[in-house]
């Protein structure tokens, strides 16, 4: 079984670009969460959605929006790149995003904006 | 509000030896807790939770932690260190609405 396979694997963006990652969840997974990993923040919870509905979503400002496909697949964009959105993006799907599931990461798209 | 914390950013041990990891955290409500690792150019991989079932969880090569209500703890130990553990480890707490919050990381160094 394949696992999270996340595209581009590097990005590089200048400020005020916007930028879109990709995201293609183990099959048969039909949550699919995203994380920011930075040095200085850690690990925040971006948004997951469930059947092509964002079901929840943490604190980061409308800049930082998704979307989920029929096929669960999902994208998240980032409108106005700041420097400060310079970060690796990690999604995670699970069966069905139950707080007591397992969470399964793919390797991460790292932005970079100049 | 949830909240994790992770007693020491780097934690070095000698191959062989006992590894501890140490995780505090605060919840309004009773919480799920996860241990995850990250090896380097990778996404994160789960090594135990806890879900409210037994409060000694075992998990994957050889890890396992204690949930400890009173003291908001949930450690993680391994009894002797391999070079291959050598990554960085993620203490989690579910949060009220969905996703996790994750504390800042321990990176664990293996000696030789």
């Known amino acids: 079984k394949a696992g999270v396979t996340q595209t581009p694997r590097y990005l590089i963006k200048t400020r005020g670009q916007q930028v879109t990652l990709s995201c293609s969840p183990i099959?048969?997974?039909?949550?699919v969460s995203w994380y920011q990993q930075t040095p200085g923040q850690g690990l925040q919870f971006l948004f997951e959605?469930?059947?092509?509905?964002?079901?929840n979503k943490g604190n980061f400002p409308g800049r930082f929006s998704g979307r989920q496909f029929s096929n669960s697949r999902s994208e998240m964009n980032v409108s106005t790149l700041e420097l400060g959105d310079s970060a690796l993006y990690l999604c995670?799907?699970?069966?069905?995003?139950?707080?007591?599931?397992?969470?399964?990461f793919g390797s991460g798209t790292q932005l970079s904006v100049l | 509000a949830q909240s994790v914390t992770q007693l020491g950013s780097h934690v070095s041990v000698s191959e062989g030896a006992l590894v501890l990891l140490r995780c505090n955290y605060s919840?309004?409500?009773?919480?799920?807790l996860f241990w995850y690792v990250q090896y380097p150019n990778q996404g994160l991989q789960l090594l135990l939770k806890?879900?409210?079932?037994?409060?000694l969880v075992k998990g994957i090569n050889g890890f396992e932690a204690e949930f400890k209500k009173s003291e908001t703890s949930f450690h993680l130990t391994k009894p002797s260190a391999h070079m291959s553990d050598a990554a960085e480890y993620f203490c989690?707490?579910?949060?009220?609405?969905?996703?996790?919050?994750f504390g800042k990381g321990t990176l664990l160094t293996v000696n030789p």
């Open positions: 099959s048969g997974h039909r949550s």
């Open positions: 995670a799907s699970s069966l069905r995003g139950g707080a007591d599931e397992k969470l399964f």
């Open positions: 919840s309004s409500v009773p919480p799920y």
């Open positions: 989690a707490v579910t949060r009220p609405f969905g996703g996790l919050t």
């Open positions: 806890y879900t409210s079932a037994a409060t």
């Open positions: 959605y469930f059947s092509e509905t964002q079901r």
